[in-house]
């Protein structure tokens, strides 16, 4: 199945009934599937007429208690970032994809992890923070998919999946996920004060009103309780390794080809790939690198989650980088040269 | 002893924050009484906007969401569409309705969404302290545009006209509240948009002309006679879509 169809099934698996989302190349397999899904399953598929107007009825349909889903890619999504804002200020779930694609700017619609920021740094303005799946393969983004719903349910929080176009654009055989059966209760939404007191979803409080700071407090600790109940990484080949990689998605299957090349010619060498970008696995990094004489990480970007290795690193052990941004695949030949001018 | 006026019920015992004399108090008002005279307080969700009206969540007894500045119209999709036996009203000014929240605006009416605007045109942003509106009239002085707006920055958009062009709206029309008769013309309005609604009929849009008199350094009374001599001419009220029949 194709990485956006598998997504959007996932999807529909969750029990998402609502999307609304607006075209853009590599994603547009998502809203398309999702017009022919949705009226079959008795769910709503809009296509609005821009991302900002997309995600504020992300907005209205997640206020109304509603699982709903939106997807785009890289300059989509920075359309986005207002009402990523406002979800996570207002503590409202839904799951917001986007199908990375090359930047700045308009860019190439070709792949890209050059999002990385801008999904594990807030994106758009304030502080909060966006849970962040990083799937490597199509059957990871379609379980992750359905971990996205459940986990923006029981934190009542915007989550997003970033996948580079590669995995959104690619076939592979997958096991559709099943459904979680997990139940949320929303007493908190907007359905009409009909029997009890009248519901508020809102963002804004004036001061010298103390609901804001009182917000970002549980905004905190939510953040806090997710960074201590999500720690998800995969480890290959580390335990006799000297050298460890670090990458993610797409980069981190063309790290595994690089691996066996290097280990064929005696090179001990490893990989250390998270699988969600925020929380990330600092401490599981950390202990992973112990005793390794250095760390490359290696993005298609000119170094973005490299910053979170050095935070996990702490100065432990060297941490060197490696990336292209572009549109371009980087090659295991060019991972090899980069490596060997460390050794 | 008979209560002969009394707050509407689906409005909170609250002193509101509004200036003495502005339209938003009335307009509230006004809503709040329909609210209660169809019945619809517990299957009511308001939007409420960015502007003076930002805090309308205090004010109304319903279930109320917050938007983001100009996205009222498209928050509303996404909750009538997840909620279609609710009635959902979206209370919008100027600057939020017709600048930035344009897009949203526009296509939710061609979409014919099944949703209330409440559309209050006093052609100033109020709440950021008397800038130019897009409603602004030509001539008009605000804080960014001294010397009065002239032609090199844009013309009044005249919404309930630019609405009326499309196919999907069964209701536009333009009312004002500078007297006690035309409240209560603007309260049938208000009351046949919801009415509209609550029977599926479709996209309903109430335009009100309502004085900012602290930014238009006018005394409320004057404010009012303003919109009746000057505001009105170029925002002519009336009905400009009916799509089943004004009711009589």
């Known amino acids: 199945m194709k990485g956006n169809e598998a997504m959007a099934e996932s999807a529909i698996i969750a029990g998402c009934r609502y999307y609304f989302g607006y ?3 590599p994603q547009n397999d998502v809203p398309e599937y999702m017009s022919r899904r949705m009226p079959a399953v008795d769910g709503v598929f809009l296509q609005a007429e821009s991302e900002v107007a997309a995600i ?9 208690g509603k699982r709903v889903m939106t997807s785009s890619s890289s300059p989509g999504i920075s359309l986005k970032q207002e009402g990523i804002s406002y979800l996570a200020g207002m503590n409202l779930p839904a799951v917001v994809a986007n199908i990375t694609r090359a930047g700045p700017g308009l860019g190439d ?5 050059s999002d990385y920021f801008q ?21 990871e983004l379609a379980d992750m998919t359905v971990a996205a719903f459940d986990l923006a349910d029981a934190y009542r929080t915007p989550v997003m999946i970033i996948a580079d176009a590669t995995i959104g654009q690619m076939m592979e055989p ?3 996920p099943k459904p979680t059966g997990k139940v949320f209760e929303k007493p908190w939404a907007l359905t009409g004060a009909k029997g009890r007191a009248k519901n508020i979803v809102r963002s804004l409080w004036l001061y010298p009103d103390p609901g804001l700071p009182q917000n970002n407090e549980q905004l905190q600790k939510k953040y806090a309780q997710i960074e201590r109940e999500y720690r998800m990484y995969e480890e290959y080949k580390t335990s006799d390794a000297d050298y460890l990689f670090v990458a993610y998605g797409t980069t981190a299957r063309i790290v595994r080809e690089v691996i066996g090349m290097l280990r064929s010619e005696g090179i001990k060498a490893g990989s250390f790939r998270p699988k969600m970008g925020w929380p990330y696995p600092y401490e599981e990094l950390r202990a992973c690198a112990k005793g390794k004489k250095f760390v490359l990480t290696v993005e298609m970007s000119y170094g973005q989650m490299v910053d979170d290795v050095r935070i996990g690193m702490n100065g432990d052990i060297p941490v060197h980088f490696y990336g292209k941004a572009g ?3 980087l090659t295991t030949k060019d991972i090899i040269t980069a490596f060997k001018g460390y050794i | 002893m008979a209560v002969v006026y009394s707050r509407p019920r689906s409005i909170e015992d609250v002193p509101f924050h509004y200036c003495p004399g502005c339209g938003h108090s009335i307009v509230h008002k006004l809503i709040g009484e329909c609210i209660d005279e169809l019945a619809i307080l517990e299957n009511t969700v308001l939007v409420a906007p960015v502007g003076c009206a930002v805090n309308a969540y205090n004010y109304f ?3 109320t969401c917050e938007a983001a500045h100009g996205r009222a119209a498209a928050v509303a999709t996404g909750l009538k569409r997840s909620l279609p036996d609710n009635i959902v009203i979206s209370y919008q000014g100027d600057g939020d309705l ?3 929240g344009m897009a949203e605006t526009i296509h939710a009416a061609n979409r014919g969404e099944k949703i209330t605007i409440v559309f209050i045109n006093n052609t100033i942003y109020g709440m950021t302290s008397g800038q130019m509106a897009p409603t602004t009239l030509i001539g008009q002085k605000t804080t960014t545009s001294t010397k009065g707006r002239n032609d090199s920055m844009g013309f009044p958009i005249d919404m309930c006209k630019l609405i009326s062009t499309l196919e999907a709206p069964v209701y536009v029309v333009r009312s004002k509240v500078t007297s006690a008769a035309s409240a209560l013309k603007t309260k049938k309005h208000i009351k046949r948009a919801l009415t509209l609604q609550k029977e599926g009929k479709g996209y309903t849009f109430v335009e009100i002309l309502s004085n900012c008199n602290t930014n238009w350094k006018m005394t409320p009374l004057d404010s009012n006679k303003w919109i009746d001599s000057t505001v009105e001419k170029v925002f002519p009220l009336g009905v400009f879509v009916d799509k089943f029949g004004e009711q009589k």
Do not use: E, W
Request: hydrophobic residues 40%; contains cysteine; proline residues 6%.
């Open chain 1, 23 to 25: 075209p853009i190349t």
């Open chain 2, 98 to 100: 017709a600048s930035i």
């Open chain 1, 327 to 329: 549109g371009v695949i």
């Open chain 1, 56 to 64: 504020n009825m992300v907005i209205g349909a997640s206020a109304a």
């Open chain 2, 61 to 63: 007894k319903c279930d």
């Open chain 1, 119 to 139: 999904a594990t740094r807030g994106g758009g303005h304030g502080d909060y923070r966006t849970p962040t799946f990083m799937p490597g393969n199509v059957q």
């Open chain 1, 174 to 176: 997958i096991t559709l």
């Open chain 1, 109 to 113: 619609v070709t792949t890209a992890q």
